[in-house]
């Protein structure tokens, strides 16, 4: 489809990626942070599975003043009314057990100070124990099952896994989890003129992408199997584009149709269908994203650093998703702090930092946003999408994060 709508080359680039076929697998927890879950995690047991103290001090049942038994609370299956034992956080509270007793709350015999002076897990046997507080029923006892009942969802298919979700699965009793496996993807760097380290030479230019493209498919979840750098060469570039060990191919620059721009016929060569043929955007607007026959993904991303990038907000970002089941999530608004002015036809992506306030959130575009800068996307946190009518300061605008920011997608701090 020739010169797509933003938002729709979002749409089929999510579409082309949920329709490729997926595979599920089971990995331990170590391995499955970030990774989309494929079915429910189901809470094996109660959880907690036993009665357990909160807090240190006497498991004590009925009303007081107890006598503190010999021994402590794991080594005592039953406690009968009147009768307290010893017990530290996390020990599972004998039967009979009313409430817990928090050592600084505790009196043993007549000392009138703290429980904590009182010689808590020293107390001799038959010693008397009484609260200076009244004691509710069941005061710092966690009942089992009070954060989820055996059987219960704990998370849903389609999450992601975060550490947090991890920790929870391992407290759960979950050795292992089924998730989709990690989408898979290959670079292909085009370019006679681009170096891949040192000062370039007059006529070349550093690569700007080996050093954002594989931190940003990783952060998205999915696996980098190579990076291949290619001369603007067709032969080359049609045996780039034919490798069958992945989901995905992701090109940089030869979007162009000059005679050195190669993608488009080496796509050709290859049988390949063009699902998104050019975007109205800017920058990035010769981008492209086709199929071939066996199902393999190819994003074309152009040449130029910041189109690139807004390129892949578009494309990759989206297909990435669908690869895992994961829906295409609406994009947050948050207040412009500058004027557009209107851009008929085409959607303006521009690289602009989060920041929080006592008026709301608002969206900071950066000054240097030429489509061939970098500086600019550097200090950034997301990128602002301008509708073609143009947006007057102060009003909501759509942004999406760039698919490296992590845990401060807000800034406190205005941009300096
Ligand atoms: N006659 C026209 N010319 C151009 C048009 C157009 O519509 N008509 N579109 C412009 C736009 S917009 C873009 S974006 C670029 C797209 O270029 P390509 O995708 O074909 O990329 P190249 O020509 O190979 O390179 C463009 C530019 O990017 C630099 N580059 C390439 N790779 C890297 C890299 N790995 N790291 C850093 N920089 C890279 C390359 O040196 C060029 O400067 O076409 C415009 N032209
Ligand atoms: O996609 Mo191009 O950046 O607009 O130069």
């Known amino acids: 489809m020739p010169n797509v709508p933003w938002q729709h080359a979002r749409e089929l680039a999510h579409a082309a990626g949920a329709a490729t076929p997926r595979q599920r697998h089971n990995v331990g927890l170590n391995q499955a942070v970030n990774r989309v879950l494929a079915a429910d995690v189901v809470a094996p047991t109660d959880i907690p599975h036993f009665r357990a103290s909160a807090m240190d001090g006497w498991a004590v049942s009925g009303e007081g003043p107890w006598t503190v038994l010999p021994g402590e609370a794991r080594s005592t299956p039953r406690l009968r009314p009147g009768t307290a034992v010893p017990i530290h956080t996390g020990s599972p509270v004998p039967e009979g057990t009313s409430a817990v007793l928090r050592r600084e709350q505790a009196v043993l015999n007549s000392e009138a100070s703290s429980g904590a002076a009182a010689g808590f897990g020293a107390a001799a046997s038959s010693a008397q124990l009484s609260a200076q507080q009244p004691l509710a029923a069941h005061a710092d006892i966690r009942p089992a099952g009070r954060e989820a009942a055996a059987g219960e969802r704990l998370f849903a298919a389609g999450t992601r896994l975060t550490p947090g979700h991890l920790a929870a699965a391992a407290v759960a009793g979950c050795d292992v989890l089924r998730v989709y496996r990690a989408p898979r993807a290959a670079l292909v760097l085009t370019g006679d003129e681009v170096v891949a380290e040192g000062q ?156 929080t306030g006592p008026g709301g959130t608002s969206v900071d575009a950066a000054a240097l946003r030429g489509s061939a800068m970098l500086r600019g996307l550097a200090d950034s946190t997301c990128l602002m999408v301008i509708p073609p009518e143009g947006v007057e300061a102060g009003e909501p605008v759509p942004y999406v994060e760039l698919p490296w920011t992590t845990y401060s997608s807000v800034s406190t701090l205005p941009r300096s």
């Open 200 to 355: 370039p030479a007059h006529g070349h230019v550093r690569d700007a992408f080996s050093p954002v493209l594989p931190p940003a498919i990783a952060h998205l979840g999915a696996e980098v199997l190579a990076t291949n750098r290619i001369g603007d060469h067709r032969a080359q570039t049609v045996d780039a584009l034919g490798r069958d060990d992945v989901d995905l191919i992701v090109t940089t620059g030869g979007t162009g149709r000059s005679p050195v721009d190669h993608l488009r016929p080496a796509l050709q060569t290859l049988g390949a269908e063009l699902i998104v043929d050019e975007i109205a955007m800017r920058p990035g607007h010769p981008a492209l994203l086709a199929r071939r026959a066996d199902g393999v993904l190819v994003a074309g991303l152009p040449g130029n650093p910041l189109a690139a990038v807004a390129a892949f907000v578009t494309l990759v970002q989206p297909l990435l998703a669908g690869l895992v089941a994961s829906p295409l999530e609406p994009l947050a608004r948050a207040a412009a702090l500058e004027t557009f002015a209107p851009l008929p036809g085409r959607e303006r992506l521009v690289p602009a930092r989060l920041h």
